[in-house]
């Protein structure tokens, strides 16, 4: 299934806040109820598949949106661009993780738990944003001009 009809049709702010929530929503099913006796099926997966679709949902919008208003000659260059800023954030939110986690041994659990409160907090600052996100769906391209079809238009 493709996700590009559901964002014409919503617009690309809307699919990529729903994907966020439901990124939000498998992180909070970890944070809430994965415990080390809680099992694969009723504990881990879950969340795994929430992330999944929250993830399917929201990086290929908004990488649709930030290239959408490209010409075509720029188009590689702008996913490029796109990608590595969101590398860029994934190198920069790992040490952060880890710095909320601290380096004792002792609570080990509610360190990881800070984490994913962390990781809440970083998912819910990124579904507002998504508002002011272009809808590529609801603003289309501007008309090209049209261009004579015999050529130059000359007799």
Do not use: N
Not at 3 to 13: D, E, K, L, M, T
Not at 19 to 45: E, N, R
Request: charged share 5%; hydrophobic share 45%.
């Amino acid at each position: 299934m493709s996700i590009g009809p559901v964002i014409h049709r919503f617009g690309s702010s809307v699919v990529a806040f729903t994907g966020c929530v439901v990124f939000g929503a498998g992180i909070a099913w970890w944070l809430a109820l994965l415990t080390p006796d809680a099992g694969y099926a009723g504990g881990m997966l879950p969340g795994m598949l929430l992330t999944g679709i929250g993830v399917g949902l929201t990086l290929p919008t908004l990488i649709s949106a930030g290239v959408s208003g490209l010409p075509p000659q720029s188009f590689s260059t702008g996913s490029g661009v796109i990608t590595m800023a969101r590398q860029a954030g994934t190198v920069l939110a790992s040490p952060c993780w880890s710095a909320t986690m601290g380096s004792g041994t002792a609570h080990r659990a509610h360190a990881f738990d800070r984490g994913w409160e962390m990781t809440l907090a970083a998912t819910a600052a990124a579904a507002i944003a998504c508002f002011f996100v272009g809808s590529v769906g609801k603003t289309p391209r501007p008309a090209q001009p049209a261009q004579p079809a015999g050529g130059t238009g000359g007799a």
